[in-house]
């Protein structure tokens, strides 16, 4: 079984719908991250969390609000999308054990269309 | 300017051939350095960290140049299975916050 999940794994929506994307980790590590990623574009990160009571904005949050329902579930969601926020979105998990680099494991993406 | 820059690519690289390629950063205060690998509509995978002394991984090798602020990684005897998007990541403090280059794409082919 995979150690981080993402759903669901494509998704088309119009403009103006609300959408919530879920990750859900076994891994049990503490922090959790969303990203996308455009053509081009490399990753940019959306919002981190480093432990459910943490809730930190990235370099593009506008847009978007995060849940940490959970140490093993980041959720995202777009409130109202619009189209500039098709791509394809990644969560990933790192062990924060330590206070130094804690490689980063990636879910399988999530496709996101907004007509 | 971007922070981490990259050749997109496409490498085109004969199979058995060496391929490199390098990226640049622009933050001097930039601590730590990694490659990521990305197939085709699949998620980043740890490739190898970037090591201040350079760093060898069985047929890939990495390079940092504080100096002159960039990483390299060289691909010895590529194989088809190396063809993906290298993607070079930066961490600038504590925190494990990652910056993401746009990735050179390596094409690999028979």
């Known amino acids: 079984d995979a150690d981080v999940t993402q759903t669901p794994r494509n998704r088309i929506t119009k403009t103006g719908k609300r959408i919530m994307l879920e990750c859900s980790q076994t891994k049990g590590h503490d922090r959790m991250y969303w990203y996308r990623q455009d053509p081009g574009l490399g990753l940019r990160l959306i919002y981190y969390s480093f432990d459910v009571k943490d809730i930190n904005k990235g370099e593009i949050s506008d847009g978007y609000s995060v849940s940490r329902q959970a140490q093993a579930k980041f959720s995202l969601s777009l409130e109202s999308a619009i189209p500039n926020q098709t791509a394809l979105y990644f969560c990933a998990t790192s062990d924060g054990a330590g206070g130094s680099y804690n490689e980063q494991f990636f879910g399988p993406g999530t496709r996101l269309t907004v007509l | 300017r971007k922070e981490v820059e990259q050749d997109p690519g496409p490498f085109n690289v004969p199979e058995g051939a060496t391929v490199a390629f390098n990226c640049t950063y622009s933050n001097s205060a930039s601590q730590s350095f990694f490659w990521y690998r990305q197939d085709c509509r699949k998620e980043p995978k740890l490739l190898m960290s970037v090591y201040s002394s350079g760093n060898e991984d069985g047929r890939f090798t990495a390079q940092l140049n504080r100096a002159s602020q960039y990483i390299s990684l060289l691909i010895r005897d590529s194989k088809l299975s190396d063809s993906a998007t290298y993607l070079c990541?930066?961490?600038?403090?504590?925190?494990?916050?990652?910056?993401f280059g746009g990735g050179t794409r390596v094409l690999v082919k028979p």
């Open positions: 990541v930066v961490r600038r403090a504590a925190g494990n916050k990652l910056t």
